[in-house]
Every structure is written in C-alpha cells, then in structure tokens.
C-alpha cells in the first residue's frame, strides 16, 4: 500500500515503526488451521479413549482431517518469514525461551508421534491388504506405508489397537499443547495487552475444539451426501452435543476475558475499547460475537431442548456450524490483527491494508484454506474412512 | 525373523525408522550449526565482529581537529564551542579519510541556524530562539554571526 | 678428542639454530596476542547506557537524519532506528497529550497552530533501550538477536527469519524490517562507532548535549554523575525490561 495513503489513515499517533501491521492474514490462517486440528483430534480422541461409542462413524474421518490440516499448517508460516530458506534454523538452534522456537518440536512431534502413527496403526490393516491387492504404482505406495510389513495376524492387530489406544491417551495432552502452544505464542507477549493475559492458551483451545468439532460435523454431512449414505442420526447428534458443551465453556472465557477488562479498566481499556467499537465494530462485534456464537449457540442449544425432526435438526446443524467456522475464524483475527491495530503508546490507531494476489494477500490465504480439503480427499481415496461393504478377498 | 517378535516386528520397523531419523538430524545440526554458535551466549558469536564491520559515516569531531585545527580555537567562548562539526556540517568521514578528494559543501549560514533557533513551543524556554522577520528584518544569519561563533561583542 | 668437540660444536649449533627459529616463531605468536597488537576493544569491559536530558531536547532532528545517514536506514516514514516525538499537554490533563513525529523528526516539527495557552509541551527522543532484560530477545527463535556481552542489544542478520515475533515483543516500538533486506533493524547503539572509541552518530550531532552515550562499567563516565543529579526515568518501567536508556525530566505523560 502506499505509503502516504497509508499514514494518512493513520488516526492519533503511533510509534513511526508501528504503522506498518507485522503479522498479516497468513498469520491469522494459522491458528485457525492449527486449532481446527487440534478440535477434530479431540473429537476423534472421544471414541478412542472415552468411549463415546456414538461418534465411532466420525472417527476415521476427523483423523484423516486432522492430517490434511496439519500437513497445510506450516505453509503460511513460510509464506509469511522474511527468508523461509532459514526456517530449519528453528531445529537446529532454538532458543529455549521462544514460545514459537520451541513450537517447531511440538508440531514435529505432534505429527509424527501421535496422527502419523495413530492413524498408521488403525489403518494399518486395510494398508496391508491394499498392498496384497493393487499393482503397480499404487502397489508400491501401500507397500511403502505399509513399511514392508505383510502381517495382519489377530495378535498384531490386538498389538496395534493397545498402543494405538496408548498414542491416544498421549495424543489427548499433545493435542492440548499444539494449540495451547500458540495461545502462548499470543498471551506471553507482554508489550500487547490485547494478547497479554494467561487465559489466552485456554481460550485458543477451547475455541479450537469448537472450531475443529464443527468442521467434522460438517464434512461428515458433505462426505455422506456425497456418497449417498444416510447419515447416522445418532452420530451427528452426540457431535452436535459436544460442540454446545464446547461452545458454552469458550464463551463463557471469552465473556470472563471481557467482563475482567471492562471492571480492571487498566491504561490500555481506553484504548481497546474505542478500538472495538470503531475498526474492530464489523469484524468482533458482528461477525465473531453475534453472527458467530451467539447465533449459532441459539441453534445448537434450540437442537437440544426442543424436539425437531431429522431434516430440521441436520439443516440446523449445517447453519450452526458454518457460523460457527466463520466466528472462529473471525476471533483469530481480531487477536491477530486487532492486537496490531492501536498503538502501544495508546494514543492511536493504524489499518490493514490486505493485498490481494501479493505473497501475503487474499489470494494466498484462499488458496491455503482450500488446500486442505484436496489433500483430505487424497487421503479419503487413498485410506477410505469408512468400512468397506464386502469383506476383501483375501483375509488375513 | 524369530517368532516372538513376528506380532509387532512393524513396530519396530517403525521404531527403526524414527531413530535413523533422529540420527539425520544429529548429523544435520552438526553440520549445519555455525562453528561459533553459543560462544558467549544464544548466538553466532560472529555477529558481534559483523556488528562492527559496518563502515563509518561520521567523523567524529576528533578527527575534524587533526587537520582543522585552527577552527577549535576560533570557536572558544563564541557560544557553540560544545557543538561538534558534523552537526552542522553533515557527514564527513569519507573527507576525513580522503581530505584531498571531496570538499564538501559549506551549509548556508542564512538558513542552517534556524533548524535549531526557530521559535518554537515545545523547545526549552531557556534555549535562544528567535523569529528571522522580529530579530533582523529578515536578513540572513550570518550578516551580523559568525557560525562557528556567534556571540556578538557586549552580549 | 677435536672431533668430538666439533662433533659438539656443530650438533649444539644445529640445536640452537632450530631453537632460535622456534623462539621467534613463539615470539611472534605471543606478541600477535599481546594487548597493543590485538583489535583494542575488550567486550566485557564495557556496559553501554544512553543519558537523555529533555529539558535540552531542541526537535531540530540532527539525531534523526544523522541516524538514517549512518546506519543506511531506508528513508521512508516507516522505519526508524531513532525518532523524535513532540508531546503537547492542553492545560491540566496528562490524560491524552497530543503527540507526533512528523516523519519521525527527520525534517524538524512544523509549528502546530494554537496548542492553546497553558499547555505544557517538550521533545522526547526514542531509540531501543537496550535493555538489559530484553524481551525481543526473550522471543527470537533461533538466536538472531541478542545482547552482546557489553549490553548491546544486536542483531544477526545472516541469522534472521524475519518472522517478525521480535518487533511485535518490543513494547517501545523501536524494531522494524527492512524491506530491502526483509530481515530486522534496530538501533545498534552505533556498535561500529562505540567498540572504536567514537560516540553515536545521533549523540555525535546533538547540538544541546540532550543525548549522550554512557558507559556504566567506566568509573569516570559522566553518566554516573546524571543519573545522581537527576530524577531519571525508563520508559515503560512496569514492564521491568532492565532497560538502558535513562530519561531525566521525563514528563509522567509519556508513553
């Protein structure tokens, strides 16, 4: 953006270094893609370890959307750094006392030691069977994921289903950490008061499992209508219940965050409350506070006291989830943005001007939310989450 | 294979796969880690010298007095003694090491000392400011101040 | 009996040949290393701090142009390694001072009309604080920014991700990134200048001695002296970053 334009919105005064916003609409995708992984984990991490056995048709697909969106999460990080040829900097050197350096091990290790090989060990059978039936290339894919293995014997699958259950249990704190890792990064800057407060690790999270339930709903509802399959009432029922608990538990943080800053009125209160009814009106007031939880609350909580048919029910959930999506998104950025907005100085505010087909514009930011859901459908067409109809050919 | 481990031998494929990875990345970060790294602290050590490589811009007055020697001495008692040379003169260090090849421009007495001496709300009371038009009819400074010593005979 | 003594002879004069080379090699190594011969800045001998008298502060900006022309600053209004800012308090409220920095006190302050009678007004320059307990350190990464052994807060900019944590850590807005580069910048306290016995480059052509570069290790520095005569202030001391910087005459308005 023009430099003059862009000081000539300037309103009030700001440090001269402040006007330029640091952290852009990339910056805002990744804790929403983060959180939507950590949110479909957990819902997946309900069958495995609580026991919730209505969930059980979810429970393949939130894995596998898991992984797409994990997979996805670190590209708007590269597109954002100054030189992403120094990323692997981060593994080599962390400095132990950076939230973000020490992030790089969570996110690894997340990965790799808890989705990877949970979903390895629970889809290991069909792998190997694939692998016994496919030729040629995808012969060789099977085989690989399979890393050479050939036995599906009753007592290795029992073996697998042990230590899955075990990945699990441990994947439920890691999951926990991926996200309450990137409140972090947020809520221990100290210079922000906009971020700096300890419940910004809960908030993220509890906002996460929102965000994350509600994508599993709906792409359950878009994969079985797809498919043409019923979907299974009772499954999307018990989704549906656990995104009002979860949306009734971050509320109430996020109205306790508000409710303390309002009664503190400490010296940035001025500030960010002008700040939230002027720049921040659309984006907090509209979109993250009414169109996106109170609205879709309303829907959900009128799911569970008032008794509605099927197709008003699945219609209802449908809405609730969208706007569900589109609060938690919003709330991402008015974190992200609005905590760059107003001055550290508290004497004034700037804007942010987003680029469109620049490397940190709409474009790229678009082009990263639907990524995704193409490596998702590679992964349903490679390691299908539902049963098979007929038994294969060659069992065991 | 023996027949004990049969059962979970691809975990511990798996298991095998996770440890050549780790080594990788052992020998990666012996590779790739500067050489000077953690010497004083969380850094390239190097950095420090990179610091200080950067050429200089400025002089710095000591260096103005080995040539310009004279100029000291005209400036005692004259009001600006305290102020060093680049202040009005600008950046000078590449004159100073090449005197011979750039002479640099003189500032305009008429218009360099109201930078500092326009009136102005916010400066300090006791700093002299004065208003061109009120003081002198608008002429230029260095009708009746020399730069280097402005102070006038009686004042 | 004369063979054995030449056969000494010529066997000592061989050894005392190898010997002597020796010694002017060792010699030549260890005055290599001797204090006269070597670089002359010892990095631990030093605690870098910067004095900042308001009541001299003119806002005639000669710290802000000779910063840009020293350190290479991109001449943009957005990026500042040091600024001026001009505070104007209407009467009796501290509540809301008008404050600007009109391209950061490069080009002066234009007069502002009618700042209204009774209303207190003064010049503060910034810069980073070099604080001793830096936060933009706290946060970086992977080790490119840092504070070197003598108290300067520096950066590595081979090093750099430009992941920008650090600018938004920074609670006095004294980082920024280089476009050119797309790595980050700071005030470096003139590193380049101080390790070679000069002063800043902004403390260099302040024109009223408002800013002056201390060495709190230095027994004999003035700073020592200004800190006791003054009521001196940090900027944003809630914050307890150890910061470096020490301002006397700081009105409590100041953000």
């Given at each position: ?396 | ?155 | ?77 957005l990026y500042f390694r040091t600024w001026v800012e001009r ?72 090093y750099c991700l430009g992941c920008r944590y650090c600018v ?88």
């Amino acid at each position: 953006m023009e430099v003059a334009t862009l000081l000539s919105q300037v309103e009030g005064f700001m440090y001269p270094n402040e006007v330029e916003l640091q952290w852009s609409v990339l910056i805002v995708l990744y804790p929403f893609i983060t959180g939507l992984v950590a949110g479909a984990f957990i819902l997946a991490s309900l069958e495995r370890v609580f026991k919730v056995e209505e969930v059980r048709p979810t429970y393949r697909l939130a894995l596998l959307t898991a992984l797409a969106f994990l997979l996805v999460a670190p590209l708007p990080l590269q597109l954002h750094l100054g030189h992403p040829e120094r990323s692997f900097e981060m593994y080599l050197t962390p400095h132990t006392t950076s939230a973000m350096a020490m992030f790089g091990f969570v996110y690894l290790w997340y990965l790799m030691a808890v989705l990877v090989v949970e979903i390895w060990l629970d889809y290991r059978r069909d792998i190997v069977l694939q692998a016994r039936s496919q030729t040629g290339a995808l012969r060789f894919i099977y085989r690989a994921m399979a890393l050479g293995s050939d036995n599906i014997s009753p007592r290795s699958l029992e073996i697998d289903d042990r230590v899955g259950r075990f990945v699990t249990i441990v994947g439920i704190p890691s999951a926990f950490l991926l996200h309450g890792y990137v409140g972090f990064i947020f809520g221990s800057v100290k210079a922000n008061p906009w971020w700096s407060t300890p419940m910004m690790p809960v908030v993220f999270l509890f906002s996460a499992m929102v965000s994350g339930i509600a994508l599993v709903l709906l792409l359950y509802m878009l994969v079985s209508w797809v498919r043409r399959t019923a979907i299974d009432m009772r499954c999307l029922d018990t989704v549906a219940r656990y995104l009002f608990y979860a949306f009734l538990i971050d509320f109430s943080l996020e109205l306790l965050d508000l409710v303390h800053r309002i009664y503190e009125a400490d010296e940035s209160f001025k500030s960010l409350d002008f700040m939230v009814k002027t720049r921040l009106f659309g984006s907090q007031i509209l979109l993250q506070i009414i169109v996106g939880t109170l609205v879709p609350l309303g829907l959900l909580a009128l799911a569970q006291l008032v008794r509605l048919g099927d197709r008003a029910r699945k219609a209802l959930y449908a809405v609730a989830g969208v706007l569900t999506l589109i609060g938690i998104f919003a709330m991402r950025w008015n974190v992200v943005i609005g905590g760059q907005l107003f001055s550290k100085s508290f004497l004034g505010y700037t804007v942010y001007k987003m680029g469109f087909a620049t490397r940190e514009g709409l474009l790229p930011a678009i082009l990263l939310m639907v990524l995704p859901f193409v490596i998702l459908a590679l992964l349903i067409r490679l390691l299908p989450p539902w049963p098979e109809p007929a038994p294969p050919r060659d069992p065991a | 294979m023996s027949h004990r481990f049969k059962d979970f031998e691809h975990l511990l494929r798996m298991a095998a796969m996770f440890a050549v990875g780790l080594g990788l990345f052992a020998v990666a970060r012996g590779l790739l880690v500067p050489e000077d790294f953690g010497v004083w602290g969380h850094y390239r050590a190097g950095a420090l010298d990179d610091n200080r490589q950067r050429p200089l811009v400025h002089a710095g007055a000591a260096a103005c007095g080995e040539c310009h020697d004279d100029v000291a001495a005209s400036r005692a008692g004259g009001g600006h003694e305290t102020i060093r040379c680049e202040a009005c003169h600008g950046p000078l260090a590449r004159h100073a090491a090449e005197p011979s090849d750039q002479a640099p421009a003189l500032p305009d007495g008429g218009t360099i000392c109201l930078r500092c001496h326009l009136p102005a709300m916010a400066k300090p009371a006791g700093f002299s400011q004065v208003e061109p038009d009120d003081h002198a009819g608008g002429e230029p400074c260095d009708v009746c101040h020399a730069a280097h010593a402005p102070r006038l005979e009686g004042t | 009996m004369p063979t054995d003594r030449r056969e000494f002879l010529i066997g000592s004069g061989r050894v005392l040949l190898i010997a002597s080379g020796a010694a002017a090699g060792a010699l030549k190594w260890v005055l290599a290393g001797a204090p006269e011969q070597a670089p002359g800045y010892d990095v631990e001998g030093h605690w870098w701090a910067m004095a900042i008298d308001i009541g001299r502060c003119i806002g005639c900006g000669n710290c802000v142009r000779a910063c840009k022309a020293e350190n290479d600053v991109p001449l943009e209004p957005l990026y500042f390694r040091t600024w001026v800012e001009r505070y104007q308090l209407p009467e009796g409220d501290t509540d809301r001072p008008h404050v600007d920095s009109p391209n950061g006190g490069y080009d002066g302050f234009p007069e502002r009309d009618e700042p209204g009678a009774g209303s207190k007004d003064f010049f503060v320059p910034k810069l980073c604080n070099q604080c001793a307990h830096s936060p933009c350190v706290q946060v970086c990464p992977v080790g490119a920014t840092f504070v070197s052994p003598d108290g300067v807060v520096l950066v590595d900019t081979t090093y750099c991700l430009g992941c920008r944590y650090c600018v938004q850590a920074c609670p006095y807005g004294s980082r920024f990134i280089d476009p050119r580069s797309q790595t980050v910048d700071k005030c470096t306290l003139c590193y380049h200048r101080i390790t070679r016995g000069l002063t800043t480059a902004c403390c260099e052509v302040c024109p009223t001695g408002a800013r002056a570069l201390g060495d709190l290790k230095n027994p004999s520095d003035p700073i020592h002296g200004f800190l006791r005569e003054h009521a001196v202030h940090v900027l944003k001391p809630q914050m307890a970053t150890g910061a470096k910087v020490f301002y006397a005459g700081l009105d409590g308005s100041v953000r």
